[in-house]
């Protein structure tokens, strides 16, 4: 997770300094009115990270399947059992919790974010999918701390190497 957020923070620092993204930003997580705008350009510091579930996925299992972990098979997921999946580390990869146990599991079932090989072959069928977001802690430039939510702010699209539109916010509310 140190990794995930390692980017993240790097991604997020150098999108606050580009000139044409606006970002809500809150005083609590989960707060439903932002409590300031920062204005293109504006500098912030990452502090650190938090996901809030709403809504914990879930995934049955549909035959025997492996967990790798570091290249080596660490578990088996027999069918019939049902993984709980809680957020998104990155490279196919989520949190989740098996047989009350927490897991870092790589991804065997559909979902829209991923798209496998294909030849790939599920394991696993989505129950329900997980609901959350990623929220940062912000020191912004007049020393006070906010709150951004990331996946409403779509800050990795904002300084991306990928040609795409943005899809933050380029004018004020």
Known sequence: MKWVLSILAWLVTTAALAPFCFFSVYESVGDERP??????????????????????????????????????????????????????????????LHKGQPVEVEIFWPWSEWIPGEDYHYSGRVLQEWQGAFWISAALDDDQIGWINVDASNLAAAYSLVDEPLKCRTSPP
């Open 35 to 96: 409590a300031r705008l920062l204005e293109p350009g504006l500098y912030f510091e990452v502090v650190l990270g938090s996901v809030r579930i709403t809504v914990p996925g879930a995934v049955q299992v549909l035959e025997r399947t492996p967990n790798y972990s570091f290249g080596k098979v660490d578990l088996y997921f027999d069918r019939g059992d049902t993984l709980f999946v809680f957020d998104y580390l990155g490279e196919g990869f989520f949190n989740g």
